[in-house]
């Protein structure tokens, strides 16, 4: 039973260039949750997406940043023109909601490394 | 806003010894978690607490919720080595899947 996928494990970027992450939720799941990890810190919230929907986006900068999860395939965090301040770890993390016992599951993250 | 507090940021303990990580929460919440981070690893996650009172216990590990006093503890007993790591309580406070936030984390080092 794979768990939940991200790729690339690791991305290395330039200043102006774009990112795209990917994150395949565990079978079954539809709920997908995208965080990021700045060193020594704790996980923000980004964006709360089923398929086809974002559900919250609260925490998702203004601009530059965008997610889906598509009907079919994973579901992709896209950063345009990366700027040093994006260089983190990204993690995806996914859900069954099975009601109030619900858990995310996380998977291995992104490290994103902007020169 | 929610704000999700940890204490202590740092400790480190010696092999056999009980401590306690306390969390503290800002906002009514539905559901308190607990996760463990290795290094360069993702989150695993340890405890799902829901209600006043709540106590889990998996091996040397015992969290507990007190929801009056918006307070979480997770204890251990006897620390061993295999359990460093920086632990991260978070909570979410909507009545479904929801967004989590989740503490500063407390990096434990246990030492022989």
């Known amino acids: 039973n794979a768990g939940v996928m991200q790729n690339p494990r690791h991305l290395v970027r330039r200043r102006g260039q774009e990112a795209r992450l990917r994150c395949s939720p565990m079978?079954?799941?539809?709920?997908v949750y995208w965080y990021r990890q700045l060193p020594e810190e704790g996980l923000k919230f980004m964006v709360y997406?089923?398929?086809?929907?974002?559900?919250?986006e609260s925490g998702m900068p203004k601009e530059r940043f965008s997610a889906e999860f598509p009907k079919e395939g994973p579901s992709i965090l896209r950063i345009q023109q990366v700027v040093r301040g994006d260089s983190a770890a990204y993690f995806c993390?996914?859900?069954?909601?099975?009601?109030?016992?619900?858990?995310?599951?996380f998977g291995p993250g992104t490290r994103l490394l902007v020169l | 806003e929610l704000k999700v507090e940890q204490n202590p940021l740092f400790l480190s303990m010696q092999e056999g010894k009980n401590y306690t990580i306390y969390c503290n929460y800002s906002?009514?919440?539905?559901?308190l978690y607990w996760y463990r981070q290795d290094p360069g690893k993702s989150l695993e996650s340890l405890f799902v607490?829901?209600?006043?009172?709540a106590v889990k216990q998996e091996g040397r590990l015992m969290a507990s919720l007190d929801t009056k006093a918006r307070l979480s503890t997770l204890h251990i007993t006897a620390a061993v080595h295999d359990l460093s790591a920086t632990y991260f309580c978070?909570?979410?406070?909507?009545?479904?899947?929801?967004?989590?936030?989740f503490g500063t984390g407390t990096r434990l080092q246990v030492t022989l």
């Open positions: 993390a996914s859900s069954l909601p099975t009601g109030i016992q619900e858990t995310q599951y």
């Open positions: 079978k079954g799941h539809s709920h």
């Open positions: 997406l089923q398929k086809e929907n974002i559900i919250d």
């Open positions: 906002t009514t919440s539905d559901r």
């Open positions: 607490l829901l209600s006043n009172g």
């Open positions: 978070a909570v979410s406070y909507t009545g479904t899947a929801s967004k989590l936030t």
